[in-house]
């Protein structure tokens, strides 16, 4: 998991980092954190750089803080943004930006402990995938799943590392919960991931493991390639 700092003050930004580095290693070591910090908006545009959460003060020296994050969340839906300021009264403009906290000066450590720990909860969810099988329960990161191809009430769960799961889980069910993120339903056989999408053939989609190939129906041809194309951009 991601997580930058954006501090212009080093004292601040030297506590900052301390409290994330030991809330990491000691509550999230299984999410293998790599934390990024900067001490402008310019800094941090220049890196550009894709947390997957951002711990930011509100005032900045070249900016206002809710500007960036506004951006960010039209570009990164997913992303996580915890707001630090000392003026209470911009409490309600740090949600209306989609903040996911709101945490005021001085900071104290167990609430940016606590804001932290939520965000990994949601981050799991939005990032790891349960995959019952006929034995046991699997959790797969989302990213190293290619495709989903249906075996009626049942289906298979193709990995990049070239591994296949029997899951007891339908494609609809499947398709219920993780469509809306990289994955699109391109036939009533096939949900795929379009991180893994390498080239489209006239019927067939590519990917970049050789184990997996998944059809595209000509119903849903149109709206996937559409899809396709504004998944692209955000990359």
Request: net charge negative; aromatic share 8%.
């Amino acid at each position: 998991m991601k997580i930058t700092i954006i501090e212009d003050e080093a004292m601040e930004l030297e506590q900052l980092e301390t409290a994330v580095k030991e809330i990491a290693e000691t509550e999230l070591s299984e999410l293998s954190c790599e934390l990024t910090y900067f001490e402008s908006m310019q800094a941090f545009g220049a890196a550009n750089a894709k947390p997957d959460l951002l711990i930011l003060d509100l005032h900045l020296p070249d900016g206002n803080g809710l500007e960036l994050a506004r951006r960010l969340k039209e570009e990164h839906a997913d992303t996580g943004i915890i707001i630090i300021t000392a003026f209470q009264e911009h409490v309600y403009e740090g949600y209306e930006v989609g903040a996911f906290r709101f945490l005021p000066k001085p900071l104290q450590f167990e609430k940016l402990k606590e804001a932290v720990l939520h965000f990994a909860a949601e981050y799991r969810l939005m990032k790891y995938l349960l995959i019952p099988t006929q034995n046991e329960q699997l959790v797969i990161a989302l990213d190293d799943i290619v495709c989903i191809e249906s075996q009626g009430k049942h289906s298979v769960v193709y990995l990049q590392n070239g591994k296949a799961f029997d899951s007891k889980k339908s494609i609809a069910e499947y398709t219920e919960e993780i469509e809306n993120k990289c994955f699109c339903r391109v036939h009533r056989r096939f949900l795929v991931n379009m991180k893994h999408i390498v080239r489209l053939e006239e019927n067939e989609i590519v990917f970049d493991m050789d184990r997996c190939q998944a059809e595209i129906s000509r119903r849903n041809r149109v709206a996937f390639e559409a899809r396709f194309a504004a998944f692209l951009k955000t990359l």
